[in-house]
């Protein structure tokens, strides 16, 4: 789904080029989350991922030692 997609790619961005911390990242996943449900509906909406380590590793973006 695009619109999955584009709010996780939001949040990574911030992220990584933004500086901003996992807390802050987390809590913009969640209010994406919550905006997709308020305009897709409740029943029709898959979520996205909460937190934003699972977003790294959906994109493959693991730190590599």
């Not at 802050?24 to 029709?44: F, I």
Request: net charge positive; aromatic share 4%.
């Amino acid at each position: 789904n695009p619109a999955i997609l584009l709010t996780m790619l939001i949040a990574l961005i911030l992220n990584v080029f933004g500086h901003v911390t996992r807390p802050w990242c987390n809590a913009v996943l969640g209010l994406l989350n919550l905006l997709l449900k308020t305009t897709l509906g409740k029943s029709t909406c898959p979520t996205i991922p909460s937190d934003i380590c699972t977003v790294h590793k959906k994109f493959d973006l693991d730190p590599v030692t």
